[in-house]
């Protein structure tokens, strides 16, 4: 499931606004991030640091920063109302293509340039880091991103064997129940009208969807390995005139290895964050 955040949980709409549309740094990836967990530290604290309602501390052109945040507000706004529209729309057609054909085989044939077009769009997350309208780590953010573009360009899509395995409609239901629920939240932070439901939501549905989400990309990965072996795809073979080499198997091998110590390393860091919001305790982490 992934991709949780803090920020904007009081409903603040200015808080709201630094925040909304960041993909969270507490997890890389929503549903998970394939061999990259090590960036999982954080930026949501307390979202007081720079954000489309803060421009710092320039005296001298109050009206210019209050010019750029209100845009920034509005293209956050703006983007994030499209991609829970755009996440709705591969629900509802995963839905219909279910109970037109009864079975799952050719599911993702039929979604994939929806769920392609709106996963890559969120690139744009990056750029919301680097122009500062939030407050995330760029490289964070990146790691992020890119993880869940990694799951569905250099796997699902490069090798089509797989495509009907029922895994992958395993990770293709938890991302995209949990990208309705993310966007809508920030949707309706940045309105300052934030249902308590979306908020419960945000903090109760990764109990079931992250662990699906680990699973399905994990066996969707497992599933790809004799392919992946037996054609040598995205390898390098030595020699070459770089003197370079990559196996792309023994890569996926390691990805799926890196799952073990980090599961239960963010799974239970989003448990305190789910009891720090919603009922309100105070959490005390170690620093590392």
């Known amino acids: 499931m992934g991709r949780l955040t803090e920020s904007a949980a009081a409903g603040s709409g200015a808080r709201a606004a630094r925040w909304a549309g960041s993909p969270p740094t507490l997890l890389l990836i929503s549903p998970t991030s394939p061999g990259c967990a090590a960036t999982m530290a954080s930026s949501d604290e307390d979202g007081t640091n720079g954000g489309a309602s ?13 010019r750029l945040g209100l845009l ?3 293209w956050l706004t703006f983007y994030n109302i499209a991609m829970t529209a755009g996440w709705l729309v591969l629900a509802i057609a995963m839905v219909r293509f279910y109970m037109e054909k009864g079975t799952h085989r050719g599911l993702y044939k039929s979604v994939q340039k929806t769920l392609k077009f709106f996963q890559t769009f969120a690139l744009l997350e990056i750029v919301h880091c ?21 799951m569905v360009w250099l796997i699902t899509h490069s090798i089509k064997p797989i495509q009907n395995e029922e895994s992958v409609v395993l990770f293709l239901v938890a991302w ?47 599933a790809a ?12 073979r ?3 005139k770089y003197n370079v080499s990559f ?11 890196s799952y073990i110590p980090l599961f239960p390393q ?23």
């Open 130 to 150: 680097l122009i500062g309208i939030v407050p995330t780590s760029v490289l964070v953010t990146g790691v992020q991103v890119s993880s869940r573009i990694f």
């Open 225 to 236: 390995l004799p392919y992946v072996k037996k054609t040598g795809m995205f390898s390098i």
């Open 238 to 240: 030595l020699p070459n």
């Open 54 to 66: 803060e421009a710092g501390e320039d005296r001298e052109a109050p009206g210019k920063r209050r």
């Open 266 to 288: 963010l799974y239970f860091h989003m448990l305190r964050q789910r009891r720090k919001v919603l009922h309100g305790e105070v959490i005390v982490e170690k620093d590392d």
């Open 72 to 74: 920034a507000t509005a």
């Open 176 to 222: 995209t129940v949990t990208e309705i629920t993310r966007y809508s939240f920030y949707t309706f932070s940045l309105l300052d009208h934030l249902p308590y439901f979306i908020k419960w939501a945000r903090y109760n549905f990764f109990i079931i969807l992250y662990p699906v989400g680990v699973a399905g990309e994990l066996l969707t990965i497992y």
């Open 247 to 257: 196996d792309y198997y023994y890569f996926l091998l390691i990805t799926m290895a």
